[in-house]
């Protein structure tokens, strides 16, 4: 199962993510709940790096399929939204496959 924790402020800003596990869905090597959560997570973190000029940390683990991803300082609008449709996916594809291969939980920091 792909454990996922949205990192969100008081106001409900979203500071990041970390992401830990597999799905285990299907085959090894043919798992589409881990490409499609892969896919949605590398491209967030990308496009923040593109489009804005937040600061940011970030680190994916070669094995594991461990991955996390901070906001270091203040968080523009388009990062923001950025963050928001994350999540939204990472939900489409919870609600899509079910919580046996991705859970998702909100902490508040």
């Known amino acids: 199962m792909i454990r996922v924790v949205v990192l969100e402020d008081s106001e409900g800003c979203v500071r990041g993510v970390e992401l830990k596990g597999h799905a285990g869905y299907g085959e090894e090597g043919e798992d589409i709940v881990c490409a499609a959560v892969s896919a949605l997570v590398l491209n967030a973190a990308n496009s923040v790096e593109a489009f804005t000029e937040d600061d940011f940390s970030g680190e994916a683990a ?6 996390s991803f901070h906001f270091t300082g203040s968080i523009s609008p388009e990062s923001q939204l950025l963050m928001k449709s994350l999540v939204l996916g990472l939900q489409k594809i919870r609600d899509e496959y079910g919580e046996p291969y991705i859970n998702i939980r909100l902490k508040e920091v």
Not at 62 to 67: I, L, Q, S, T
């Open 62 to 67: 070669e094995e594991g399929g461990d991955f």
